[in-house]
């Protein structure tokens, strides 16, 4: 406790060095934090724009129909498959799709067209499709109308009562033609759907391409994204000896997986060349306030006191400047991350399009993960650490006369 209120005291000896040090300190913990929580939160939202309110963390379907897409190679989907796939721990919730191309058109406009037949009340779980809808109403199971997502309904010039035509392949084969009111019109948040999605019941869609009792993917919701990997191994065990397959949004999005894990190294670099510098300008501050004490170590030493308590008296030193840095920077930091965590920044120009371009809505979050303060407080500890080398040697080579005479 007496090293502690010494290491205290000799702190403020020279005010204006432990501030400086402490300022250097807080300034890139402040720049790690924000950047590394910016990072995070922004894949986070990559993550949930172009998976959650699609394509669900893990799909089931045909082993055949991932290689081609072709409406012929989908799946059986009944009660004892849904029984199999809820018996695994960490589904939450099970969403048939059945998913095909279509032309839809209006008047003289006619374009290509995705159509993503659901079960409404199951899907808005995952999806809050919903809560995108901008004018009409959404679909539930018995509608007998179509939601189509806003670019798409524009290009066609259509609005809420107005008909669409839609002319498609059904399966085996068969012609599949109808027309559908269109009930609702939304806003899809992934801009490339946005551009092309139909969104219908999936009873309608089956009856709509003679696939009565048939779906072309099974889309999983589960409790927690962490699980991810333990619950598709999950699967794939009860699965096993059927013709079915269990895929990770990983597999399904290879793209966007190894766009997140270069930007990550990058920025683990770059988190590395900061510290790096912080480290030799802490190390700097070490040398010269070793340097300046042999004197007063000498003395120490010469009344008695031992060698390795004035190394304990340097590392709580050393420490401490690190904690006031820390905390500095872990304060100055929590409000702006909580509050770009509710308000993300929407990202406009060339940058927005780059996004758009991958079908990621162009936000730019923060992330709340407490590890990221947590590694924080290891590296600066460990830095601290490695500067404390130098006063080590110094102390250690300690030569007692030749100190008081200095």
Not at 54 to 69: A, E, F, N, R, V
Request: glycine share 8%; aromatic share 8%.
């Amino acid at each position: 406790m007496n090293l502690i209120k010494m290491a205290w005291r000799n702190l403020w000896r020279n005010r204006r060095r432990t501030l400086i040090t402490a300022a250097s300190l807080y300034f890139a913990i402040v720049f790690a934090i924000m950047m590394r929580s910016m990072q995070l939160g922004t894949y986070n939202l990559m993550i949930d724009s172009a998976v959650k309110s699609y394509s669900g963390y893990i799909q089931i379907m045909d082993s055949t129909y991932w290689l081609d897409k072709t409406i012929d190679d989908m799946m059986v989907f009944d009660d004892s498959v849904e029984r199999k796939i809820t018996s695994v721990p960490g589904v939450v919730s099970v969403l048939p799709r059945l998913e095909t191309f279509t032309l839809i058109s209006s008047g003289t406009k006619t374009k290509g067209a995705m159509i993503q037949g659901i079960v409404p009340e199951r899907d808005d779980e995952m999806t809050g499709m919903s809560k995108h809808l901008v004018d009409g109403k959404y679909i539930s199971s018995d509608s007998k109308g179509v939601v189509l997502s806003s670019r798409l309904a524009s290009f066609l010039g259509v609005t809420v009562g107005d008909t669409v035509v839609m002319i498609s392949q059904g399966y085996h084969g068969v012609s599949a033609a109808d027309q559908y009111p269109v009930q609702g019109i939304l806003k899809v948040p992934v801009p490339t759907l946005d551009n092309k999605l139909v969104i219908m019941p999936l009873n309608l869609v089956r009856d709509f391409t003679t696939a009565e009792g048939l779906v072309t993917s099974v889309a999983i919701n589960i409790d927690d994204k962490e699980n991810m990997d333990a619950v598709a191994a999950a699967l794939t065990k009860t699965l096993a000896g059927t013709s079915l397959e269990v895929l990770k949004w990983t597999e399904m999005n290879k793209v966007l997986k190894q766009q997140i894990e270069g930007d990550n190294a990058s920025g683990i670099i770059m988190l590395g060349i900061l510290y790096m510098v912080i480290f030799f300008g802490i190390l700097g501050t070490i040398i010269m306030m070793t340097s300046e004490r042999i004197r007063e170590f000498g003395v120490m030493t010469a009344v008695g006191m031992k060698r390795f308590k004035i190394l304990i008296m340097m590392m709580l030193e050393t420490i401490l400047i690190g904690i006031i840095g820390l905390l500095a920077g872990v304060i100055t930091t929590i409000p702006f991350i909580v509050y770009y965590m509710e308000n993300p920044i929407r990202i406009g120009g060339e940058m927005a399009k780059a996004y758009e371009a991958y079908g990621i809505e162009p936000l730019m979050g923060f992330s709340g993960d407490p590890l990221i303060i947590i590694n924080q407080f290891y590296t600066v500890l460990l830095l601290m650490i490695l500067t404390l080398a130098y006063p080590v040697i110094k102390i250690a080579r300690l030569n007692i006369i030749n100190a008081l005479r200095g």
